[in-house]
């Protein structure tokens, strides 16, 4: 199902013909997504889409059903945003185009209402966008503190200023046009958390994207000058830079082309979407609880044109039009771990699970990647939408051939999704 075309003009079906789409794309249900950048780029054109090693992730799969986030996103839209006709396959058989002109009740709900839960999709056509320049800024840090005091995952207290600042400016960076994937990593030598982060801010001048991000990077100047083993950890700046590019397919290749794609791992995840109000009213409370995780992720995704796009227009939790950050922290476990290794690991990514659930606990979390042991799950992956999500899986799968753990209608099944209840 790797079929790709390419329309310089496209009329959804069942559209009155004013109805027009310039420069779209359908991909089937079996391009991943370094063919789909391939595809545009060939006609001078970007699209939303995931960023992996090796961009393998289905590109008109689960990952658009359950948002479709991307660095992109604040400038165009999350995936569910792009998407303008979405084919698929029901329960009884029947092949449906749906569209908001066809089948709209199920176009909404796939878009953002979570995978494998309405029916098998087949196809996706998106919307794609102009190519233009960016600027792309690499940070990379590393803390020297003492042996004694140097922990898997504890922070440092030079850590926690950096880092209580870097969420301080957030709001101040989306409005600069920056988006992209912050992370807390050990850093060398004695492995203590360290921020790195990858940015990008597309169609800004290098004026207007390095006034917020020179503030940051001063900071930190500032901090390393004044830091110490001897108080609270020595910072080092390892990387700390901006430039210009041509296009993001040239830093597509330039950073992913050449990784592996992903593959299984023992490991499982837990996130939060955290709103931009809770950033700007309690940033020192974000901070610390960010940094009390083992080297979580703090990603710049939301804010932009994702909150500029009405919650009720998708299925998509409504959670993902207040949120700035999408923060992710994860339990892992050796190869080969025993039942009570393993558990001990879960346990401790269920009290992550509280933990971010008491920071932003109106919010919500991505459907795609998320835990398993919310404390709330239809809320929290879907919001208000719920019940609208679930009346629409009843209209178009009735049987309830398809069943997805803390999917919409799972509440009628058992943990092991075997038997109804």
């Not at 792309?136 to 803390?143: D, E, K, Q, R």
């Not at 108080?231 to 041509?246: E, M």
Request: glycine share 10%; aromatic share 12%; proline share 6%.
């Amino acid at each position: 199902m790797k079929n790709i075309t390419f329309h310089n003009t496209f009329t959804p079906d069942g559209a009155p013909k004013p109805v027009v789409y310039n420069q779209v794309i359908s991909l089937g249900a079996g391009v991943q997504w370094h063919e789909a950048y391939d595809a545009v780029h060939a006609h001078g054109r970007v699209i939303v889409g995931g960023l992996t090693p090796g961009a393998s992730v289905g590109a008109a799969g689960g990952w658009l059903q359950g948002g479709g986030h991307s660095a992109l996103s604040p400038k165009y839209g999350l995936g569910v945003d792009n998407a303008i006709e979405i084919t698929v396959v029901t329960s009884s058989g029947a092949y449906l185009i749906t569209n908001q002109f066809q089948n709209p009740d199920l176009f909404w709900a796939l878009r953002g209402g979570g995978g494998g839960t309405y029916g098998i999709v087949t196809s996706v056509t998106y919307q794609t966008h102009p190519s233009t320049p960016l600027i792309a800024a690499f940070f990379s840090t590393h803390v020297n503190t003492t042996v004694n005091n140097a922990s898997a995952s504890t922070p440092s207290p030079v850590l926690n200023q950096l880092f209580t600042e870097f969420v301080r400016v957030t709001p101040a960076l989306s409005d600069g046009g920056w988006a992209g994937y912050a992370t807390i990593v050990p850093g060398p030598p004695t492995n203590a958390p360290s921020l790195r982060f990858f940015y990008i801010a597309p169609d800004i001048s290098w004026e207007v994207a390095n006034a917020t991000l020179n503030l940051f990077f001063a900071f930190a100047q500032n901090l390393s000058a004044h830091s110490s083993v001897e108080n609270g950890g020595a910072l080092s700046i390892d990387v700390a830079t901006s430039f210009p590019v041509d296009s993001f397919y040239s830093l597509y290749e330039l950073i992913f082309t050449n990784e592996t794609g992903q593959v299984g791992a023992p490991v499982e995840i837990a996130s939060r979407l955290l709103p931009r109000k809770l950033i700007e009213d309690d940033y020192h409370k974000v901070a610390d609880t960010i940094l009390s995780l083992p080297f979580p992720d703090f990603f710049l995704l939301g804010g932009g044109a994702v909150s500029k796009v009405k919650p009720s227009s998708a299925g998509l939790n409504p959670a993902w039009r207040e949120a700035l950050i999408h923060t992710v922290v994860a339990s892992t476990w050796q190869e080969g771990a025993s039942a009570d290794e393993i558990n001990g690991a879960l346990n401790n990514l269920k009290q992550y699970v509280t933990t971010l659930h008491d920071l932003a606990p109106s919010s919500g979390a991505y459907f795609n990647e998320a835990s398993l042991y919310e404390i709330n799950p239809q809320y929290t992956f879907f919001g208000d939408h719920y019940h609208k999500l679930e009346a629409i899986k009843a209209k178009y799968d009735p049987i309830d051939l398809f069943v997805v753990a803390e999917g919409v209608g799972s509440n009628k099944w058992d943990r092991s999704l075997t038997c109804r209840t």
